[in-house]
């Protein structure tokens, strides 16, 4: 085990040992792990390597990958709260250029996945050295995948490209300066970043911790049918114009126990980033029994910007919303509980193996409060259940 701080982490004994258990089947080198309820941590521990032969510290700088998507989120929402912008408004109108079949989606498609542009299905991923203008442009000019709102489809970077783009074109100030300016910051996430400076990159060193390939794979549609390839994030996700890159739907890095931060900041437990009423708004269910064309036609219920419950594996709390990255990370906070749960790890194995690591930690995490919260959460699910599909072999 890395560093850890005072509290009691007996409560979660069976969560560090299942942790440790998957570092020695290679399904991770390192993780963070963060629990708090009320805003009070419980649990705030590292635990493994960040590279061979060094420890994994809790105040390194790990990457959340979609884990971070809720931070932009609340950046759309807080400029919905001050009345700058509606929900329904069309991304025509603060996007030069949006066109191509895309001119009837709005925010409140982007934010639940529905508006069309995923651009993953044919293979991008946005591992590029592009100017964030460029990469707009390229979406915008992107032809539609479906009439916006008609289906849903995970869109992992390009929407959360477009929101980053919305913010700026209200507000003025870049993506990655307004979610430092008025949400990190001010709920106590000092540490983190939305792309980091390579002169930054220096000054971290060793505290920047890279990702390690432990083999995750993506699906790709092709002439041939759908196939499964290796995706190996090591070879580019640690190149250090990639760190520097702003992607607001995966680039997200810092400490775990910062991301757990925004979460009790939410929860009304550190200085309020957004109204209760908006957390309400953001965690309720926005879309539902729309089969999802990327994630194999699973018809998972969302927020706006969020993940819900029902939506998440591991028996969480009914209300519960959060996110998850890339075969890596989760962080969730539970109103009804009050309760913070954020696991990043440095390894990302194929999504089976990951979503049996993220459903051991959560169901163990909540377990380890016995009766007291049991009545508040939802079923624990298979695995089975949960990919609707028999695990790849």
């Known amino acids: 085990m890395g560093n850890s701080d005072k509290t009691d982490n007996s409560l979660f004994t069976e969560v560090i040992e299942a942790l440790e258990r998957q570092r020695s089947e290679g399904l991770h080198p390192g993780a963070q792990v963060y629990v708090s309820r009320f805003g009070e941590p419980l649990l705030d521990i590292a635990l493994g390597e960040s590279a061979p032969g060094r420890a994994l510290e809790r105040d390194d700088v790990m990457l959340w990958y979609s884990s971070g998507k809720p931070v932009t989120t609340v950046a759309i929402l807080q400029l919905w709260e001050r009345g700058r912008i509606g929900l329904d408004d069309r991304v025509a ?33 946005f591992d590029k050295n592009l100017s964030y203008a460029e990469a707009v442009a390229r979406i915008a000019a992107t032809p539609a995948e479906w009439e916006p709102g008609t289906k849903a489809g995970y869109h992992p970077t390009s929407g959360w490209k477009i929101l980053g783009a919305i913010v700026e074109a209200v507000d003025g100030r870049p993506i ?26 220096d000054a971290l060193g ?14 790709f549609q092709d002439d041939s049918g759908l196939r499964m390839v290796p995706y190996h994030i090591e070879e580019i996700h640690n190149l250090p114009w990639h760190v520097a890159k702003v992607e607001p739907g995966g680039g997200m890095r810092g400490p775990a126990r910062e991301l757990g931060r925004f979460y009790e900041s939410l929860l009304g437990f550190g200085a309020p980033i957004l109204e209760p009423r908006t957390v309400e708004v953001m965690g309720a269910v926005h879309r539902y029994g729309i089969p999802d064309v990327i994630f194999g036609g699973q018809k998972t219920p969302w927020g706006l910007g969020v993940q819900v419950a029902s939506g998440m594996s591991g028996g969480v709390g009914r209300r519960a919303f959060g996110h998850g990255g890339m075969a890596s990370s989760r962080g969730i906070a539970d109103p009804d509980a009050g309760l913070v749960l954020v696991l990043v790890t440095n390894g990302l194995p194929d999504p089976y193996r990951n979503e049996q690591r993220m459903f051991a930690f959560f169901d163990g995490a909540y377990r380890a409060f016995g009766d007291e919260l049991e009545h508040l959460r939802l079923p624990a699910r298979s695995m089975q259940d949960v990919f609707k599909a028999k695990p790849p072999t």
């Open 176 to 201: 990655d300066r307004y979610v430092a300016d008025e949400v990190l910051v001010p709920a106590g996430a000092k540490q983190s970043r939305l792309g980091i400076p390579v002169e930054e990159q």
């Open 206 to 219: 060793d505290r920047l911790v890279p990702v390690h390939w432990t083999g995750h794979v993506l699906a």
């Open 93 to 125: 109108d603060y996007v030069d250029g949006w066109g191509a079949g895309k001119e009837r989606v709005t925010i409140r498609h982007v934010l639940t996945h529905t508006g069309g542009f995923t651009m993953i299905r044919a293979g991008e991923t």
